[in-house]
C-alpha cells in the first residue's frame, strides 16, 4: 500500500478526531469527575492567610468547618505564589491545634517533637536528652570539627577559615537575627554559609 502525504495527514487527522470523539463522550477517568457526593470543602468558611514561613509572603486559602482548619492550599489569586506553595508552606495545616488553649497540652499532632532527641552511633532508636545536654554536644562537636578542619595559611597567605562546617540560615530569622547568626559563622572561620531567606 503506497500512501501519499496527503493521505497520511488526512488519516491521521481522522484518528485524531475519533480519539478525541471517544474521549469527549466516553467516561474516563482522566476527566476530572467528582467521585461522590461527600466533597471534603463541603460546609467550610474560606480564609485568605499569608504563610508564615518565610519573607516570600505567599497567599493561601484556609478552609474552616466548625471553627477548625480542614484544608489549607495555595491562593490562585495571590500575586507571589499564584496558588502554589512550597513543602514547608504546604505542611502549615500541620500547625493548627499543636496546643490545647484551655489545657495548654499538646493536642493535636501528637508526633511532634518537643524535646531534644539523640540517635548515638550504631543505635537504632531516638533517646531523650536535656537541653543543656544537647548544648554542651553540639559545642563540643563544632569544636572538634573546627580545630580539624581549619585552615590558617595556604599558599604563605592567611586565610584562617574552617572547611568541614556549612551554615544554612532559616527563613523565619528577622535581618538582625540573621546578621548575629553571619557573625558568629564567620567568627568561626565559615565561608560556606547560605540561608533560605535571600529574598
Known amino acids: 500500500m503506497t500512501l501519499s502525504r496527503r493521505g497520511f495527514f488526512k488519516a491521521t487527522g481522522a484518528a485524531l478526531a475519533a480519539t478525541m470523539a471517544y474521549e469527549v463522550t466516553a467516561a474516563s477517568p482522566a476527566l476530572a469527575v467528582e467521585a461522590s457526593g461527600d466533597w471534603k470543602l463541603v460546609n467550610t468558611e474560606e480564609y485568605t492567610n499569608i504563610c508564615c514561613y518565610c519573607a516570600g509572603g505567599c497567599g493561601s486559602l484556609c478552609s474552616v468547618r466548625d471553627g477548625e482548619l480542614v484544608n489549607l492550599e495555595g491562593d490562585p489569586d ?48 531516638w533517646e531523650p536528652i536535656s537541653w543543656h545536654d544537647a548544648i554542651k554536644e553540639i559545642a563540643r562537636k563544632v569544636k572538634e570539627t573546627r580545630d580539624a578542619t581549619f585552615v590558617e595559611v595556604e599558599d604563605g597567605l592567611t586565610v584562617n577559615r574552617c572547611e568541614g562546617i556549612a551554615s544554612l540560615g532559616g527563613s523565619q530569622q528577622n535581618s538582625e537575627e540573621e546578621y548575629l547568626i553571619l557573625k558568629m559563622m564567620r567568627s568561626l572561620g565559615l565561608v560556606a554559609i547560605d540561608n533560605q531567606a535571600r529574598v
Open 78 to 125: 495571590h500575586p507571589i505564589n499564584e496558588g502554589g506553595l512550597c513543602p514547608k508552606g504546604a505542611a502549615m495545616l500541620q500547625l493548627r491545634n499543636v496546643v490545647d488553649p484551655a489545657t495548654g497540652a499538646v493536642s493535636k499532632n501528637a508526633d511532634r517533637v518537643t524535646k531534644p532527641l539523640v540517635r548515638r552511633p550504631g543505635a537504632a532508636d
